[in-house]
């Protein structure tokens, strides 16, 4: 048995580098190298509106807006966006001067800072420049969360009236959700400790014709959410849980989620497999064991299960792994449960969905 486990995990991270060197991308990793804009860090929140964002020169950015269908507009500051038309079309892709007011707000800082709770500003805790693949990465955002997170959860969860999104970032999920049509939610509210984040993401709302569906809010970590008690139909958390410095931090943070969400409601929540080489975030060999502060870790599964032993886990592995192989495995078609639990043990994020007690 032991055997059999360790050529699994050799054939598993095997798997990984080969994806990793086709360039396959995933669920929230950050990429910083590639500076866009020079200079040094500043506090998260003290530039947001300011004009530190500077033309952009970089032919490969550009290349990369364009092939999602945005122009680049280097010169336009951030404004009042109460001032723009209304009206606008629901759609994934923003809209301009939307576009333009988002990229600037990402340059300026939005959607830098992830960890708010260590005590060392580095990695992952401090503000640092968006890179042109983080610039990219940031807009095509809704795109990704409708393909991954509202295909996945329409099936299981269908009709929402009312959704909260913790650790919303810059509200690409938010929207994503607000987009859908299975969900169809009258309410889409977005969490985040982060100001310039929530700026963002309240000018991607703008742009993508959501506005008035979504709505964001700031909360302070380790302090209780700021939304009433079983309001939700369904909760998501995606790529938030491993960016809180320590167990008694995310066990908290979870006791919130359940907290918020209505009895019978759903609570999805998304986080890196610790059973990898290198940490999803920062490559770091061995990152989620070596755990460093201000640089993000995965907690366990068993930790995680342990949290929501009075939740229903929804199973939604077998259609996660026929979703992957449509090509060759029909949706009706059974698949054994050793292939689900292998995908499940071998895929880069843990994706949990539970059912509220009630
Ligand atoms: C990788 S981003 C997640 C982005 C977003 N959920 C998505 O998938 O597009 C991590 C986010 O978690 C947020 N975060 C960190 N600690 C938090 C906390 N205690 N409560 C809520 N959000 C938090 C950070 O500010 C950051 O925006």
């Known amino acids: 048995m032991m055997g059999v486990s360790t050529v699994w995990f050799v054939v598993v991270q095997a798997v990984a580098v080969l994806r990793r060197a086709r360039g396959s991308s995933s669920e929230g990793r950050r990429d ?167 700026e963002a993401a309240a000018i991607r709302a703008k742009g993508c014709g959501v506005h008035g569906q979504v709505r964001f809010e700031r909360n302070q970590p380790g302090q209780p959410l700021p939304l009433p008690t079983a309001s939700f139909d369904l909760t998501t958390c995606i790529s938030v849980l491993e960016f809180l410095s320590d167990d008694a931090a995310r066990r908290d943070f979870i006791r919130e989620l359940k907290r918020i969400t209505r009895p019978g409601g759903h609570i999805y929540l998304s986080t890196p497999n610790p059973y990898r080489l290198r940490n999803v975030h920062d490559r770091r060999f061995l990152g989620d064991w070596r755990r460093k502060s201000g640089h993000p870790w995965a907690s366990q599964a068993g930790f995680i299960q342990t949290l929501f032993a009075d939740c229903e886990e929804v199973p939604i592995w077998d259609h996660l792994v026929k979703q992957r192989l449509s090509s060759c495995v029909r949706s009706n078609e059974h698949l054994p449960n050793i292939v689900v639990a292998a995908a499940r043990a071998a895929a880069p994020w843990q994706k949990f969905l539970y059912r509220m007690p009630g």
């Open 32 to 198: 910083r190298s590639s500076p866009l804009v020079g200079g040094g860090s500043t506090t998260a929140g003290s530039n947001v509106g300011s004009s530190t964002s500077r033309p952009c020169a970089s032919s490969s950015y550009s290349a990369s807006l364009q092939g999602i269908g945005l122009r680049v507009v280097p010169s336009l500051q951030p404004g009042p966006i109460s001032h723009r038309p209304p009206g606008l079309p629901r759609s994934e892709m923003m809209a301009e001067p939307y576009a333009s007011l988002f990229f600037d707000q990402v340059r300026a800082g939005a959607g830098s800072v992830d960890i708010h709770d260590s005590a060392n500003k580095d990695g992952f805790a401090r503000h640092s420049a968006a890179s042109d693949v983080f610039l990219a990465r940031e807009v095509s955002r809704v795109s990704h969360h409708r393909r991954a997170l509202s295909s996945l959860l329409e099936p299981f969860v269908q009709r929402s009236g009312r959704v909260a999104d913790v650790g919303c970032s810059t509200g690409a999920s938010a929207v994503a959700l607000a987009l859908s049509d299975v969900l169809s939610p009258e309410e889409v509210i977005g969490i985040d400790p982060s100001q310039p984040s929530l």
